[in-house]
């Protein structure tokens, strides 16, 4: 198993900014992961200051350590918001060991009552999302409320910019239906779902999330669905480097099972709206192309 840890940039930044007397503090909001600190971006800029620990597309989040930046990070900030459901249980650790009265954590797992054991990949459910900028909206007007109209304005913006993709969702599951689809990883699940898909090969998924070797049974089926085409697309997790996930790449390319490229932490650059319609778009393309 092998295991990274990163330093965070933005964090570091922030972790060394001196906390001078004559200079007013900003609101700092800790993300765990970039997608949530997006949407905090997307609520509280420029009245906040946000960083985010895990935001590198290249990388595992589920390999994480944090470095001691990210604990002084944790120990400056108002507002704290990570995922939970054992995806990130490195927070849990670093803010027992640094508790401060004056900062409010959002467990995004807790909000949407999942934990450890469920499919972690909350934020690839819009309700979800929209759960947490609701919270983090609170949490806001708490510790800043003379900005209260503001924060509320740009809540209502950014849950009104869920709704097209809540509609493509809609459109696509009216199309798609039913159809078998498999994946690499469970980071898609809770997309496929709503998209009213079949998953095939989920155990296999848990096991390339959990860092295991899948059983051989679960290998197999996995190749045969690919080689018989019983699944219309493949989503291939691009962040987890597992030797027999990138094997099924290969086989699916073979049998011209198309793949569609899906990512774990949202691509720098862009918007988790903009990051959820790619994907979405992407997909749709491929269950075209995969019924002609
Ligand atoms: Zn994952």
């Known amino acids: ?31 765990a992961e970039n997608f ?9 800029a420029p009245d906040a200051k946000v960083s985010s620990v895990l935001s590198n597309p290249d990388e595992d989040p589920h390999m994480f350590e944090a470095s001691p930046s990210v604990a002084r990070a944790l120990s ?28 409010q954590a959002i467990v ?31 949490a806001l007007v708490a510790a800043d409320p003379a900005r209260m109209a503001l924060y509320d304005r740009r809540l209502g913006v ?44 989920e155990r296999f998924q848990l096991a390339v999330m959990n860092d295991t070797e899948p059983a051989a ?21 691009s962040q987890a480097t597992d030797n027999s996930a990138k094997r099924l790449l290969r086989i699916a390319e073979q049998a011209n099972v198309p793949v569609v490229g899906i990512t774990e932490t949202e691509p720098p650059g862009q918007t988790y709206q903009a990051w959820m319609t790619g994907e979405l778009d992407a997909l749709a393309a491929a269950l075209a192309k995969a019924g002609s």
């Not at 949530?36 to 509280?44: K, P, R």
């Not at 696509?172 to 994946?183: E, F, I, L, N, P």
């Not at 190749?223 to 219309?232: A, G, M, N, Q, T």
């Open 217 to 237: 049974s679960d290998i197999v089926a996995f190749e045969s669905d690919l080689r018989h085409r019983r699944v219309r697309v493949m989503l291939y997790s």
């Open 76 to 103: 400056a900030a108002r507002i704290v918001i990570y995922n939970g459901a054992d995806y990130d249980p490195w927070m849990d650790k670093l803010l027992g060991a640094a508790r401060s009265a004056n900062r």
């Open 108 to 138: 995004v797992a807790d909000l949407v009552h999942k934990q450890a054991g469920d499919n972690p990949h909350l934020w690839y459910d819009t309700a979800t999302v929209a759960a947490a900028a609701k919270a983090l909206s609170a």
């Open 1 to 31: 198993m092998r295991k990274i840890v990163w330093l965070a940039v933005a964090v570091t930044a922030l972790a060394a900014r001196p906390l001078g007397a004559q200079t007013p503090v900003p609101l700092t909001i800790v993300a």
């Open 36 to 44: 949530y600190g997006d949407i905090a971006t997307q609520l509280a």
């Open 158 to 201: 950014f849950l009104a910019s869920l709704q097209p993709i809540d509609a493509k969702v809609a459109a696509m599951r009216a199309t798609y239906y039913g159809m078998s689809v498999t994946a690499t990883e469970p980071v898609f699940g809770y997309m496929a779902a709503a998209l009213g898909l079949t998953m095939r090969n």
